[in-house]
Each structure stands twice: as C-alpha cells, then as structure tokens.
C-alpha cells in the first residue's frame, strides 16, 4: 500500500478528520441514549470501521492481484493505527476522568 493510496492518512491539523469524527461519535451518543447497549455500540463501530477500510482500500487498488498483495501490510497498517488511536484515547480518559465521566453523586442522578 504506497503513502499515495492511503485511504487512512490524517493529520491533527485536518478539520475535516475531526467533523467526521464528532459527527461518528455523536451518533453513537444518540444511540446509547436510545438504551442500546454501548458495547453493541462499540462492536458496530468497529465491524463498520473495517469494512470501510477495506472497501476504501479495495477501491484505492488498480486491480484485484495489487489488492491480494496489500492486504498484510494494510493489516498492519490498520492494526497499528488503532492500537495508537485507542492508547491515546485511555491515557486521556484516564487524565481526565473526573472531567468525562459523571458519577451519580456528582450530577444528582442515577445512571450514565
């Protein structure tokens, strides 16, 4: 997979990366206050996260052998990506808890 075809390259600079990702997010918000469980929220995400993936990279490859040929370092890629994402995501829950997360004590009510 060249740098060219990246169909996953983002920048912290990249306003458009980070509308998309609220708009995701305050999607699954909605759905979590419709009584979904949020971790069927979660796997949802993630099943329609690769299957993106995979089909932006499938429509990124000139044919089907390039497309064979990528698929471990897509991966890979892929893999990686996520395992940075998600460590940057914990360690800044875990900074900001308190800011995050309400406790039932905190807000005068029961629940999430």
Same mark, same amino acid.
């Given at each position: 997979? =060249? $740098? $060219?075809?990246?169909?996953? =390259?983002?920048?912290?600079? #990249?306003?458009?990366?980070? %509308? !998309?990702?609220?708009?995701?997010?305050?999607?699954?918000? /909605?759905?979590?206050?419709?009584?979904? #469980?949020?971790? $069927?929220?979660?796997?949802?995400? !993630?099943?329609?996260?690769?299957?993106?993936?995979?089909?932006a990279?499938?429509?990124?490859?000139? %044919? $089907?052998?390039?497309?064979?040929? %990528?698929?471990?370092?897509?991966?890979?890629?892929?893999?990686?990506?996520?395992?940075?994402? !998600?460590?940057?995501?914990?360690?800044?829950?875990? %900074?900001?808890?308190?800011?995050y997360? /309400?406790?039932?004590?905190?807000?005068?009510?029961?629940?999430?």
């Open positions: 997979m =060249s $740098k $060219k075809n990246d169909p996953i =390259s983002q920048n912290d600079n #990249d306003e458009q990366f980070w %509308d !998309l990702t609220d708009q995701f997010i305050g999607l699954a918000n /909605q759905l979590g206050q419709d009584e979904v #469980d949020l971790g $069927k929220i979660g796997a949802a995400m !993630l099943y329609a996260a690769s299957r993106f993936n995979v089909f990279v499938a429509v990124s490859s000139v %044919d $089907k052998e390039q497309y064979a040929q %990528d698929m471990d370092e897509v991966m890979e890629y892929l893999t990686k990506q996520f395992r940075h994402m !998600l460590g940057g995501n914990l360690r800044d829950f875990r %900074d900001n808890y308190k800011t997360i /309400q406790t039932a004590d905190e807000t005068g009510t029961a629940g999430n």
